[in-house]
């Protein structure tokens, strides 16, 4: 008979065994977390910004498809530009075999990128779907060339040619992350997101309650002084008349005095409503947004910074090769130079020097005694700061480990009391059909 002891000797010889593999997936696990963190402020590629926003490996390739996406958006234009001088029926052919070539390229391109994307990401199924809707585009050209003699077909075939044409200019947007230049409004573009959309719901919210109150004021006041109902509310007559124009005046498309001029002489509560919206609109809203728009892009900025300054401590400390070992790593924590460096950082050269050893197992994500370039400066970003830094990372990270190893030792037990419940359930039903 098997008993309890036994099941959980082996469960116990199966966690050392397998003590380390799991004490290495816990770090990977804990480090592709604190790289997430990090991802917004580093791209963690050496890539040219062409070649990452194109998936492309050679810069010339990725070039050639840039110049092909602005052939594209030229030949848009063109066609837009004979379509309305000529009509509909009467562009020429030309455009018809061009948008052909230039889909055939695309859909070669296309399919490059699929087999070398195993994972495709955001820009990649948009750049899809813009493909497919030019080959639907090129297909319904063709159709209406041949229906050419029935004018009815012919003109509603073009028309939705014409329609499915403009999602080419969608494609523009891939300008975006080619340039590595362009990262930055990016970054601040993202960032800026959800202030954005609370600014927004602020106005929204801001302009409305202005709008119902100037417009209940000057009602009372028109219906108060019956000499002056016509020119009572010429920008309030109505609550949507009144959201219009308060809006139009908060973005200048109406000039402030036009639009407290009709109310003047009616309702100077409603010009001392609006005047007051408008003052803290202008000294309050815009004000915070442009700050935090402001922050952002410097933060984006500096983390470009480091990122760059970074790349350049791998490659001095590797000298020109792609990976760094840990006798590599701790001879060059000897170098001024490399001191320097790391001190421009705000890391402490110092405890990084009498941790050597742990940080670089730290910063070794996959635990295969090589430090790459991405993981070292993903690694490092999460140390700049005071010299507390590693030692707050380290306790975190052992933390991590030691809470991963709890989970794994829960799932262990669980398994030996299920087995253990299985052998005395067997056992007890032998001994009910001994008896």
């Known amino acids: 008979m098997l008993r309890l002891g036994d099941v959980r000797g082996d469960g116990g010889d199966r966690d050392k065994d397998r003590q380390s593999d799991h004490d290495r997936e816990a770090a990977r696990r804990h480090s592709d977390r604190m790289h997430d963190v990090t991802q917004l402020n580093s791209s963690g590629s050496a890539e040219p910004g062409c070649q990452r926003g194109l998936g492309m490996d050679s810069t010339c390739i990725s070039c050639a498809v840039i110049l092909l996406i602005v052939s594209s958006m030229v030949l848009l234009a063109l066609e837009a530009d004979s379509c309305a001088r000529y009509g509909l029926h009467d562009v020429p052919d030309f455009f018809v075999w061009a948008n052909l070539v230039v889909f055939l390229l695309f859909t070669l391109e296309m399919g490059v990128r ?46 939705i040619a014409q329609y499915l044409r403009w999602f080419r200019i969608v494609r523009c947007l891939r300008f975006i992350p080619a340039f590595a230049s362009m990262k930055v409004q990016m970054d601040l573009i993202k960032g800026a997101v959800v202030p954005l959309l609370s600014a927004v719901f602020v106005l929204f919210f801001s302009i409305s309650t202005v709008a119902t109150l100037v417009t209940a004021v000057v009602a009372d006041a028109c219906r108060q002084q019956p000499d002056v109902v016509e020119s009572c509310g010429e920008h309030f007559e109505s609550i949507w008349e009144s ?111 009498k941790r050597a050893r742990r940080l670089f197992k730290l910063i070794d994500e996959n635990q295969d005694k090589d430090v790459e370039e991405r993981e070292f400066i993903h690694g490092i970003m999460r140390l700049r700061g005071p010299a507390k830094n590693l030692k707050l990372w380290e306790v975190q990270w052992e933390m991590q480990s030691e809470l991963s190893r709890i989970r794994h030792d829960q799932s262990q037990i669980r398994l030996e009391q299920s087995e253990t419940r299985k052998i005395l359930e067997r056992e007890f039903r032998r001994i009910l059909e001994r008896s």
Do not use: W
């Open 114 to 159: 699929l087999l070398k994307s195993p994972r495709p990401d955001v820009l990649l199924v948009s750049d899809l779907v813009v493909i497919c809707m030019q080959g639907v585009d090129v297909g319904v050209s063709m159709v209406a060339r041949l229906a050419a003699g029935s004018e009815v077909h012919a003109t509603a075939y073009l028309r």
């Open 243 to 353: 959201m219009y124009n308060v809006f139009m005046g908060t973005f200048g498309g109406l000039d402030f005095d036009d639009l407290v001029r009709p109310i003047r002489s009616v309702s100077p509560l409603a010009c001392i409503i609006i005047s007051v919206y408008m003052t803290l609109i202008y000294l309050m809203m815009m004000t915070v947004l442009t700050a935090h728009l402001c922050q952002k892009a410097v933060e984006t900025a500096s983390a470009d910074q480091v990122e760059g300054r970074l790349k350049r401590l791998f490659r001095e400390i590797t000298n020109g090769r792609n990976r760094i070992s840990l006798d590599r790593f701790t001879e060059a924590l000897k170098d001024c130079r490399i001191k320097e460096l790391f001190e421009q950082l705000d890391i402490s050269t110092e405890d990084v020097r």
